[in-house]
T-cell receptor
Framework: NAGVTQTPKFRVLKTGQSMTLLCAQD?????MYWYRQDPGMGLRLIHYSVGEGTTAKGEVPDGYNVSRLKKQNFLLGLESAAPSQTSVYFCASSSHRDRGNEQYFGPGTRLTVT | GQQLNQSPQSMFIQEGEDVSMNCTSS?????WLWYKQDPGEGPVLLIALYKAGELTSNGRLTAQFGITRKDSFLNISASIPSDVGIYFCAGQNAGGTSYGKLTFGQGTILTVHP
């Protein structure tokens, strides 16, 4: 059981370039999330998905798009990267439970935009 | 929106000392989660709390869900060097249309001197 995996681990982009970050989970979780982490800002939700084929905006969605074509995968796209998108990106997943949704995180992708 | 204040922002302690940190919210949560993040890694779930007043332990870690549902506390007893890292609290309103979204504190950076 690999849990939540993310690719790539590191990436450097020039301003205006595009890229896609891939998140995969093998826990059969319904919910998946993309966060960004910046110094002093904690973790902020970019987009999330409550099931295959569905996505929704989080706290800081501008400049990002997502897709969830398969239940186990959640893709985060940057169409035209900007230096403000330099950050560490984390994917997480959780199962649907009324009691509380414990989110499990991937190892992160460190993105630098120059 | 909901905000979490986590304190202290950082702690420098000697090995063997006990540690306490807390989170307070401007609104009510019905689930509290505590995570630890090691350098270069993703957050790892330490303890989950689902009921006001609940006290839960995980080895040397003990966390409590405040009676008012607006706060939570994490204690680490007899600290060791591997306790070094960033500790995050996260509040959640599970069920309904919340889709398990978490609100994170800014984190407490813990340094343990041998």
């Amino acid at each position: 059981n690999a849990g939540v995996t993310q690719t790539p681990k590191f990436r450097v982009l020039k301003t205006g370039q595009s890229m896609t970050l891939l998140c995969a989970q093998d826990m059969n979780h319904e919910y998946m999330y993309w966060y960004r982490q910046d110094p002093g800002m904690g973790l902020r939700l970019i987009h999330y998905s409550v099931g295959e084929g569905t996505t929704a905006k989080g706290e800081v969605p501008d400049g990002y798009n997502v897709s969830r074509l398969k239940k186990q995968n959640f893709l985060l796209g940057l169409e035209s990267a900007a230096p403000s998108q330099t950050s560490v990106y984390f994917c997480a997943s959780s199962s649907h439970r009324d009691r509380g949704n414990e989110q499990y995180f991937g190892p992160g992708t460190r993105l630098t935009v120059t | 929106g909901q905000q979490l204040n986590q304190s202290p922002q950082s702690m420098f302690i000697q090995e063997g000392e006990d540690v306490s940190m807390n989170c307070t919210s401007s609104s009510i949560f019905n689930t509290w989660l505590w995570y630890k993040q090691d350098p270069g890694e993703g957050p790892v779930l330490l303890i989950a709390l689902y009921k006001a007043g609940e006290l839960t332990s995980n080895g040397r870690l003990t966390a409590q869900f405040g009676i008012t549902r607006k706060d939570s506390f994490l204690n680490i007893s007899a600290s060791i060097p591997s306790d070094v890292g960033i500790y995050f609290c996260a509040g959640q309103n599970a069920g309904g249309t919340s889709y398990g979204k978490l609100t994170f504190g800014q984190g407490t950076i813990l340094t343990v001197h041998p």
